[in-house]
């Protein structure tokens, strides 16, 4: 007792100590951005307030990015778009400051992060409001898709991101006792990231967060469709590495097309992207000639699984929000709905409730749910995919309506719809959708909706529902996709410990958690000598050169020592090895004394 009673005392001691000092906040200065590109403080000029009128069909690309609201099309400006050689230029200028900033310390990195959680804290309106306008979510969506997913990882990446970076020390084993074995995680140089244009704030931030903090430059070309935002979130970087003393031209984001692009994959270590299948396939060709890594997120048909024995008003609310996640059109989100026969009408009927009291309009007005397509023309691709199933015996039971829409922004828009009596022979249960369409069908049996869900060239996640826990986890471990919500949509992604990314069509790499982390990094394995200089490998002497007669015997029992099955075959092929050793000891012995 004389022993325990001071220990446990320090113990408290030290508790007590380190509560207090998680009281005291860090010392993290603010910065200052430029907000003038974003914000209308009275001198804009009439050239970029006026209404933008996109050009019918596919426009040609020029050597400008033309930006506008799509929700008002309201005019926001231009960005160049880059050629090949500016392109290289300023991954060569990333080159250069990445060699200086991975000698940098985990402290001067850490404190960056603390730099820009502090600012998207303080500055969420502006941020959101941003994202707002150059996609046509509203105002919660961008919260809960931008700035809590980007909080959320910084915060992983201050809790555990250093850790993950270690040297990780591994077993040796049994032929190499005398060896210490690690894997060390160095930083690859400078990472590419090509990002969509549905979360313009955490597409940028999640790529750079990471490949940052891991010792590493990035040049990030952001979409056509949201460089307005993508802009001026990189003064927000800028400022951040900045204040820390990080070298200038670390991180770069560029604006322009697919000759952008494809300038990019041919010059950076890694590339990372974001977006559609039929690209991502051109981006693995392309780097290809390079021979460097790539981690595609592509599209998604997410299922969504409902059975009988769920509180289905609970659920409904979860699956329109599902589907109309980041106004419905911004995110694949989820995209077939199965749900159990017994329950399939109560919960169409509250699916209907829900979906006609949403309404699709301006997001900034502040009094609708839904935001405007940012994608030119997507609504008629939205439209042709209705009318093919409703041509195949579909039927449309509930619609969202619209708000007030300016003439011009019309085709920007497509409310939320519920159909029901779809199967798979509809284009609407096979291609992505990327809007804020429910196609609702029955399922009867476990094995049933289970080989309806794999019936998909995709591969991105699931939900699925269940008042049994073990029964829901049961059907999402056989569905054939990379991340599985139980009884929740989309909780995965809050959880950025964990691996985002999906298979088949869906791509492959992972982003986000430890792989996403340790994938912007050379993985190096290590072996040293555990006990130098005293044990030192040595090579045995009858497989010394010239290889003794017995050679091969001997090798033979050093396999069966080191790995057979029992322990009497390994203490006979022992004995067998010392024979063996002995009699080459003197062999040589009797050479030597005959020379």
Known sequence: MAFWWPLLVLIFAFAICRFLLMLIPPKVPSIDVDTSDVLDDGSQTKENSF???PSRGRAAQTDRVQCYEPATMKYLGFFPALTPDEVKDHV????????????????????????????????????????????????????????????EKI??????????LKPEYRSSGRSMLHKKSKVEFHPLGVVGAIVSWNYPFHNIFNPVLAAVFSGNGIVIKVSEHASWSGCFYYHIIQAALAAVGAPENLVHVITGFAETGEALVSSVDKIIFVGSPGVGKMIMRKAAETLIPVTLELGGKDAFIV???????????????????????NCAGAERYYVHRDVYSSFVAQVVKIVKSVCAGPPLAGKYDMGAICVQEHAEKLQSLVDDALNKGAEIVGRGSFGNLGEDAVDQFFPPTVIVNVNHTMKLMQEETFGPIMP?????TDEEVIKLANDTNYGLGCAVFSGSQRRAKEIASRLHCGVAAINDFAS????????????????????????GLRAC??????????????????????????????GFEFQESLVETLYGLNVWDRLRALVNLLKILSEQNTHVSTVRRNQ
Request: charged share 20%; glycine share 6%; with cysteine.
């Open 92 to 151: 060569a200028q990333a080159r250069k400051a990445q060699k200086i900033w991975a000698t940098s310390s985990f402290k001067q990195r850490r404190q960056f992060l603390r730099i820009l959680l502090k600012y998207i804290i303080e500055h969420q309106e502006l941020i959101c409001e941003t994202s707002s306008r150059d996609t046509g979510k509203t105002m919660i969506d961008a919260s809960l898709g931008e700035i809590m997913t980007t909080c």
């Open 307 to 329: 059975c009988e024995d769920v509180d289905v008003p609970h659920v409904a609310q979860i699956a329109v929000r599902a589907a109309l996640q980041s106004s419905g059109q």
């Open 440 to 444: 609702i069908m029955k399922f009867s």
């Open 51 to 53: 209404i933008y009128i």
């Open 155 to 164: 915060t992983w990446l201050l809790s555990e991101g250093e850790q993950w």
């Open 521 to 550: 990094c050379l993985v190096k394995s290590v072996v040293e000598d555990r006990w130098w200089p005293y044990i030192k490998t040595k090579i045995p002497k009858p497989i010394q050169y010239p290889v003794a007669e017995n």
């Open 492 to 515: 995965n992604y809050m959880c950025q410990s964990l691996p985002f990314g999906g298979v088949k069509h869906s791509g492959f790499g992972r982003f986000a958690g430890v792989e």
